[in-house]
C-alpha cells in the first residue's frame, strides 16, 4: 500500500508561481514513475508532468517551459514547480505513483489562477 499526501495548493494571480509537493509513504521502494495530473471543471484529467525513477522527464506541451517536475529520493518526495501561471492552469492538481501494473493517485490539491 501506498500514500501520497499532496500540499501546496492556493489562489495566485497570473503571472504567479507555486510550488506542489507530494510526500510518498508506504512501499515504495518499486516505483517505476511519479507524475502530475491535472482536472478543471468540465475537462478531462490530463497528464501535466512525470518524471521516472532513472530522471527522465515529460511535460505536456501546455506546460512545457513554465513548469518544473523534481524529485527528492531521501524524502520521497516529487515535486511541481509552476510559473508563468495562466488562469486556464486552474485546476485540481493530482499526484500519482506507478507501480507495474498499479497506479496510486493523491486526493488533489486544488490551484486557482486569478486576479
Known amino acids: 500500500q501506498v500514500q501520497l499526501v499532496e500540499s501546496g495548493g492556493g489562489l495566485v494571480q497570473p503571472g504567479g508561481s507555486l510550488r506542489l509537493s507530494c510526500a510518498a509513504s508506504g512501499s515504495i521502494f518499486s516505483i517505476n514513475a511519479m507524475g502530475w495530473y491535472r482536472q478543471a471543471p468540465g475537462k478531462q484529467r490530463e497528464l501535466v508532468a512525470a518524471i521516472t525513477s532513472g530522471g527522465s522527464t515529460n511535460y505536456a506541451d501546455s506546460v512545457k517551459g513554465r513548469f518544473t517536475i523534481s524529485r527528492d529520493n531521501a524524502k520521497n518526495t516529487v515535486y511541481l514547480q509552476m510559473n508563468s501561471l495562466k488562469p486556464e492552469d486552474t485546476a485540481v492538481y493530482y499526484c500519482?505513483?506507478?507501480?507495474?501494473?498499479?497506479?496510486?493517485w493523491g486526493q488533489g490539491t486544488q490551484v486557482t489562477v486569478s486576479s
Open positions: 500519482t505513483a506507478a507501480f507495474p501494473g498499479l497506479v496510486y
